[in-house]
T-cell receptor, first 114, second 111 residues
Framework: EAQVTQNPRYLITVTGKKLTVTCSQNMNHEYMSWYRQDPGLGLRQIYYSMNVEATDKGDVPEGYKVSRKEKRNFPLILESPSPNQTSLYFC?????????????FGSGTRLTVV | GQQLNQSPQSMFIQEGEDVSMNCTSSSIFNTWLWYKQDPGEGPVLLIALYKAGELTSNGRLTAQFGITRKDSFLNISASIPSDVGIYFCAELKTSYDKVIFGPGTSLSVIP
């Protein structure tokens, strides 16, 4: 089944403890992206990647890192999480420049930072 | 900056009724996307529109790309309980790979 897989689905952590949310897609998509969703603020892009070893900042990149060492994986790293990073996170992928379709989203990771 | 507005913000309808929602932009769009988000899940693409005036259907869903390229509507016919969720309009900006989402329309269907 074609899909974007995120792990974990739920995570509670403490301030300052580094964490990684993994994301993998099996559709050979070139483009991948991370979004966060917050009440009243909607979906906002954190980082995106248009190719292996190529990443760019989205609208809200502060406090996050990403890497794209291989095509299928795009982990989101929080080096020192803070409570304001409590949110619902979505990884997404799409075909690439040859396609105009929108993203395929993962099922989300609900992160709570205490 | 570019702003997307969706109306209504929320809707409560009876099962079997038709639904209409729309999206407007402060700037011209090249691509309109309509997504649905079920509770606890990620958004799922429903319909993509690429040309002004384009009318596209997906089952009971119909969406149109406004001729001014600044608006779009989504209609759902004969609503059923599984239509419940949040519907987002969005634009795909291909130059730097961003999907800009509207604030969403929350749909509740009363059996």
């Amino acid at each position: 089944e074609a899909q974007v897989t995120q792990n974990p689905r739920y995570l509670i952590t403490v301030t300052g403890k580094k964490l990684t949310v993994t994301c993998s897609q099996n559709m050979n998509h070139e483009y991948m992206s991370w979004y966060r969703q917050d009440p009243g603020l909607g979906l906002r892009q954190i980082y995106y990647s248009m190719n292996v070893e190529a990443t760019d900042k989205g609208d809200v990149p502060e406090g996050y890192k990403v890497s794209r060492k291989e095509k299928r994986n795009f982990p989101l790293i929080l080096e020192s999480p803070s409570p304001n990073q409590t949110s619902l996170y979505f990884c997404a992928s799409r075909v690439g420049p040859q396609g105009h379709y929108g993203y395929t989203f993962g099922s989300g990771t609900r992160l709570t930072v205490v | 900056g570019q702003q997307l507005n969706q109306s209504p913000q929320s809707m409560f309808i009876q099962e079997g009724e038709d639904v209409s929602m729309n999206c407007t932009s402060s700037s011209i769009f090249n691509t309109w996307l309509w997504y649905k988000q079920d509770p606890g899940e990620g958004p799922v693409l429903l319909i993509a529109l690429y040309k002004a005036g384009e009318l596209t259907s997906n089952g009971r869903l119909t969406a149109q790309f406004g001729i001014t390229r600044k608006d779009s509507f989504l209609n759902i016919s004969a609503s059923i309980p599984s239509d419940v969720g949040i519907y987002f309009c969005a634009e795909l900006k291909t130059s730097y790979d961003k999907v800009i989402f509207g604030p969403g329309t929350s749909l509740s269907v009363i059996p």
